[in-house]
């Protein structure tokens, strides 16, 4: 998922070094947090089940301004290549939006590269929108 968010945008998805620690770090964190969504999709062989995608959001404050103090926001969205067209990204959005939903944010947010259609395809069978669109100036 880091190679494909460099390879869309460098500047947007620059990571720091150990990019895998620090996201093994941050992963447990988001799977023991009741505030956070850590959702994983398996094959569905008992005997050898393999990882075939996972999403991942947490709990954020707004700024003290707007109606809205505390939204759900995704922020990885995965399944491995071979699993694809399958309807399990939708699946992993729809399961993430109902726990949301669950520990009572009364909206979910997201970003999307700006190559990635697919993704916005998948959430917007889901109902979510364009609300903003984000520019970037790399100094």
Known sequence: I???HLRWDPDKYGFLPDIKARYEN?????AADPMSVFLVGETSSPASPQ???????????EIPIYRVARYGFIHDTWVQPEFRSRGIARRLAAAAVEQFRAIGVPQVRLDTAAANEAARRVFGS??????????????
């Not at 941050?26 to 988001?30: A, G, K």
């Not at 889901?126 to 100094?139: I, K």
């Open 126 to 139: 889901l109902g979510f929108r364009v609300s903003a669109s984000e520019m970037l100036l790399a100094l």
């Open 26 to 30: 941050w992963l447990p964190e988001r």
């Open 2 to 4: 880091c190679d494909l």
């Open 51 to 61: 990882l075939v995608g996972f999403i991942v959001g947490s709990t954020e404050e």
